[in-house]
């Protein structure tokens, strides 16, 4: 059948009932290819098929334990089938934006685990794995681009009683929503808001939570309007203004005015000479980045939070009795594809490492685990050299000099910068073949050479970016709110997704703060780049744990049209993918397999006279000497063209042959059908005829005796007239 995501989601359900085994799908390709879109059609199917019936108690799920009140009614349940799906739409206003190539990218990736009833089959819950969200975006975008969606919804969707309580102006009123654009044709950001608060109350978020969240929110977009002066009475250091903002985010946030000027405009450095912490005043343009750092770090653990509180409303109890001794997961990638912009940064190149590993997952499903396989079979195989990116996965992650151990080795040092860093990767892996330095005349780029192309990357604030040092001055502040989820999200020992996913953080308290202050980093993974390395190897580890099914999403053109296919913009996808390269090794190779038994009780019918001695292996080879021997499929030449091979535990077979023979069993079941329904006929007929028979019979015996009484009846009266003219 022609390819789809119905059935693919299918293959993948049905896969694990009958094996039992873990199912994971991959849904990759260049940004605003469709994977998001994808990956909603592919849950949406999920919940359709293996939807909980309604009286059985796992198919709801209760609202937490320490959920407020909502305005749902008490004890109110939702079906869990549901909430998965709510949670992509909640996800995508906190996590999404328009881009020049996407009204709507993902600017995180996600994996979602759905976790199955192993006795049933039908869904228990769910899980949600979030990576790498592009925090920069908050605070600025390129021409023609968004900030993430709830910003704009927030704007619009508020009545005007809650956009006077809770400070929201309009969209053009922001500066974090001026440097791109504001409006995305045909959507209305009025009613996406009304969507994502209907999700969030799906997904048991109280509204106390919602209320904050919104509160959160809009105090981010007012510190963008936060500026600053010259503070005439403190040399070097600064004022905010205008008061009127200062005073409604913290009213938003729950905090002292002072403490907001004091956190905005100073920053604590630690004397480990004198053992006390010294307040230093800021300057204006310090003061511009510290606030910025401030509505990013709050945006990314807001984000980290809202994850976690889904999976909070996702999780069920697991009871081996009831549901089996382990759950079964169908994982669901929706990861980030390539990404070329006319300026790329630090993110873009996490995001296209994350895309090399995950076709290097790919090549080794497809091309080298076919050849292996083949080896491991002992058949007759001519290996084909393909592509391989291993050459550009080597120069980012490599032991020795490589972009990410350079880059964290500048990011150890106290006075680090980009600069550095780019002389020490110019030197460090000059003349490697997927790297190139570029003109030496733009001094902060380089590039290399992707799978999918070659990006140039822009090393303006990779340093810094990569660091990803939270000032402990927020930790200190903020968790002194009296707005719970501030307060919670940077609480002492809080963890944001990142951190949780291995490795040790950069210490927190302010008596620790001299190495963050400095910005050194001095535990190993604490980066954002090892972090991500970290999260990445465990996802691939998830990924080889499972049995994979691949959806390569391809983009029809690049100016957002619909029923507009460039053909060149195509067959560059498709070749960038790997997919030419996977065809034709197909096309070349075997395509079909069946083990032994399998194909033994499939095509036994074609080999009838072949002798059983009970080893499979001589039992395919002589039903496929019997097979090969048939007038039927001599001219085939199937010994000769090797179009089937006996392996070690399977056979072989091209897909033009395994049509041919699957053709002639069904030429033969057929005949068998057909001999069935001529049987039954008769045995129909037979029936039916002895019962016509037994009627007539009936019949017969019925007229006859009815004929016999008319006619005594007519001689009785012939035989009284008679009598009365005698007499």
């Not at 879109?37 to 359709?48: F, H, N, P, S």
């Not at 769910?126 to 993430?148: D, F, M, P, S």
Request: charged share 30%.
């Amino acid at each position: 059948p022609p390819p789809h995501l119905f059935l693919m989601a299918e293959i993948a359900y049905q896969t694990m009932v009958e094996d039992g085994k873990h199912q994971s799908v991959i849904i990759s390709g260049e940004s605003g290819s469709g994977k998001t879109e994808a990956t909603k059609i592919v849950l949406r199917y999920l919940a359709k098929i293996a939807k909980n019936d309604p009286p059985q108690e796992e198919a709801k799920v209760a609202a937490p334990k320490n959920a407020k009140a909502t305005n749902s009614k008490p004890g109110h349940t939702v079906n869990i089938e549901n909430q998965i799906l709510d949670s992509n739409p909640l996800l995508e206003a906190f996590g999404n934006a328009k881009t020049v190539r996407n009204d709507n990218s993902s600017r995180f990736g996600k994996f979602i685990e759905v976790y199955f009833d192993a006795n049933k089959k039908k869904i228990h819950s769910a899980k949600i794995i979030n990576y790498l969200l592009e925090k920069v975006r908050v605070i600025t975008q390129h021409e023609g681009e968004r900030n993430y969606h709830i910003f704009y919804q927030v704007c619009a969707g508020l009545s005007p009683e809650d956009k006077e309580r809770f400070g929201v102006l309009e969209a053009e009123d922001y500066e974090y929503l001026t440097f791109g654009g504001v409006q995305i044709p045909d959507v209305d950001d009025a009613d996406e808001f009304a969507r994502t608060m209907e999700c969030m109350e799906n997904l048991q978020i109280s509204l106390e939570e919602r209320e904050e969240i919104i509160a959160l929110v809009s105090g981010i977009l007012r510190l963008g309007n936060l500026k600053f002066v010259a503070d005439d009475n403190h040399n070097d250091g600064c004022m905010v203004e205008p008061e009127e903002d200062v005073e409604m985010i913290s009213r938003l946030f729950l905090m002292e005015i002072d403490d907001l000027a004091e956190l905005l405009c100073t920053k604590s450095m630690y004397d480990s000479k004198n053992k006390v912490n010294i307040q230093m005043n800021l300057s204006v343009d310090k003061a511009m980045e510290n606030r910025d750092t401030a509505a990013k770090t709050i945006y990314s653990r807001l984000f980290d939070w809202l994850v976690r509180r889904v999976n909070q409303s996702l999780h069920v109890e697991f009871d081996k009795k009831r549901h089996g001794a382990r759950p079964l997961i169908i994982g669901i990638l929706d990861i980030f594809g390539f990404e070329f912009f006319e300026v790329n940064s630090f993110e873009q190149l996490c995001i296209n490492y994350a895309n090399e590993k995950l076709q290097q997952y790919f090549n080794a499903h497809i091309f080298k685990l076919e050849q292996a396989e083949y080896a491991k079979e002992k058949i007759k195989w001519d290996h084909i050299s393909f592509s391989d990116n291993q050459e550009t996965i080597d120069l980012m992650e490599r032991p020795g000099p490589s972009v990410f151990s350079l880059l964290e080795e500048e990011c150890i040092m106290p006075k680090g910068t980009d600069a550095n860093f780019l002389n020490k990767l110019r030197k460090g892996v000059a003349g490697h073949p997927s790297f190139n330095p570029v003109d030496k005349v733009k001094s902060s780029l380089f590039g290399i050479r992707h799978f999918a192309g070659e990006v140039h990357y822009e090393t303006a604030n990779f340093v810094e970016r990569n660091r990803d040092v939270v000032n402990p001055d927020f930790m200190e502040f903020f968790s002194k709110s009296k707005l719970k989820i501030l307060s919670t999200i940077f609480a002492k020992g809080a963890k944001s997704s990142r951190e949780e996913a291995g490795g040790k953080m950069a210490p927190q308290s302010k008596s620790d703060a001299s190495k963050e202050s400095s910005q050194i980093i001095s535990i190993k993974g604490s980066t954002l780049a090892m972090q991500f390395k970290s999260q990445l190897g465990d996802l691939m580890k998830t990924l080889s744990g499972s049995n994979p099914s691949f959806i390569r999403c391809v983009k029809p053109n690049t100016v957002k049209e619909p029923s507009v296919i460039d053909s060149h913009e195509v067959l560059k996808q498709l070749r960038y993918a790997g997919l030419l390269e996977a065809i034709r090794i197909r096309c070349s190779g075997y395509s079909v397999r069946r083990t032994h038994a399998d194909f033994i009780e499939k095509y036994k019918k074609l080999a009838p006279l072949a002798k059983r001695t009970g080893n499979t292996l001589d039992d395919c080879k002589a039903m496929l000497e019997e097979i090969a021997n048939k007038e039927t499929f001599a001219k085939y030449e199937i010994l000769a063209k090797r179009l089937i091979q006996i392996g070690q535990t399977k056979v072989f077979m091209k897909e033009e042959i395994k049509t041919i023979l699957d053709q002639n069993i069904s030429v033969i079941l057929g005949q068998y059908v057909v001999h069935i329904q001529k049987r039954w006929k008769g045995f129909l007929q037979r029936l039916h005829f002895l019962m016509m028979k037994d009627s007539a019979r009936r019949i017969r015996d019925l007229f006859f005796r009815w004929r016999l009484r008319v006619y005594s009846k007519l001689l009785a009266k012939k035989i009284r007239l008679a009598r009365k003219r005698i007499f």
